[in-house]
């Protein structure tokens, strides 16, 4: 069951307890049934990290091609280069040719590094936001568990 299923369930179960006698707004809550739920939700929360380890791996995997692909373009134009030694014009161009391919892959490589990392911001902040929604929603359920707790010690038995 994934993270938002047990939110919905959670929300579910607030609204459909029993309101608290004499309390408008206020309802009645088995505490284990909620502590159940909790434990659902924190069992359901791994799978957002595996996510963003997931992001991880796939920003070291596009970090290795960039690199890879920056040798690969530094030694095609090596290798370009040393045919076209033969003649000074021929080697001159070679020369700027190189060093145009050279700026070209560094570019690239930063281009293709910037790209990973800001996207494995976006996600990191992203599962931020949503642990956070996560955890006020605890937060909020425990403060309202707690009042309804000191409501009912305040209360007479009867």
Sequence with gaps: MNIY????????FVG???PAFMQSGKVVI???ELYQMIDQIRTSVPDDIRDAQWVKKE???IKRKAQEDYERIVAEAHARAQELTS???VYRL???RVNEMMEEAQST???ITLGAFQYANDIME?????LQIYYDVVQDGKEEIQKSIDALQVQPKE
């Design 16 to 18: 459909n307890s029993k």
């Design 109 to 111: 490589a930063h281009d």
């Design 5 to 12: 299923d047990l939110l919905d369930q959670l929300e579910g």
């Design 94 to 96: 070679a020369v700027e």
């Design 126 to 130: 992203k599962i931020e936001k949503q």
């Design 30 to 32: 088995d505490p284990e």
């Design 87 to 89: 003649e000074t014009e």
């Design 59 to 61: 920003e070291e995997q």
